[in-house]
Structures are given as C-alpha cells and as structure tokens.
C-alpha cells in the first residue's frame, strides 16, 4: 500500500509562513489530481487546495490568495506554500487524491499562534 509522507508542519506566528511537503512514492503520481485537506478536532477532514496533473489549481474560499499548491512530477511530491497564516488555520495537514485513494499519511501538524 502506498505511504503518503508529508512534512513541514511547525508553529508559525499570525502572518507568518510555512511550506509543506508530501511525497507520494507510486507511479501513477504524474496521473491523477493530489490535494491538501486539513483537519481539526471534532471536524471533518476538509479539502483546501487540489492541483490537476495539467497544473490547474483550485483552493477553498478561506485560503485563496494565501495558499499555494504545486507539484514536482519527478520527485512525486506536492508542495503547499502558506503565507499570511491566521489562527484557524491550525489544523493537522494531509495530502491525498481528491477521492482519497491512497492510504491516508500521518499528517504534519500546523499551529499558528501569537
């Protein structure tokens, strides 16, 4: 079963940023979509950011013009790019297919706090 990894979590302070990583080692990477979804206790995983293997992108309203996905087909991974972090963006990350076809990684946690 493929093993999602993702990385790059940390604390960041209100305005700050931080910069995630997920590898996906599988060989159909450079074929489907991939996304960030992020999660917080009590919640649903939710969706914030997909990138299509054509480079189109799509973001979740709270996040647009903050966030920003990108993909490095060679590598297998997808990057997420955060600026101008807000409190509620704390939340455990995950990377996946939109439809969740890969066994779920364990998550880089994001806590933005003065």
């Known amino acids: 079963q493929v093993q999602l990894v993702e990385s790059g979590g940390g604390s960041a302070q209100p305005g700050g940023s931080l910069r995630l990583s997920c590898h996906a080692p599988v060989s159909t990477f450079i074929f489907v979509t991939m996304a960030w979804f992020r999660q917080t206790p009590g919640k649903q995983r939710e969706l914030v950011a997909k990138i299509e293997t054509s480079g189109n992108t799509d973001y979740e309203d709270s996040v647009k013009g903050r966030f920003t996905i990108s993909r490095d087909n060679s590598a297998r991974t997808i990057h997420l790019q955060m600026d101008n972090l807000k409190p509620e963006d704390t939340a455990i990350y995950y990377c996946?297919?939109?439809?969740?076809?890969?066994?779920w990684g364990q998550g880089t946690q994001v806590t933005v706090s003065s």
């Open positions: 996946n297919t939109p439809g969740q076809l890969f066994n």
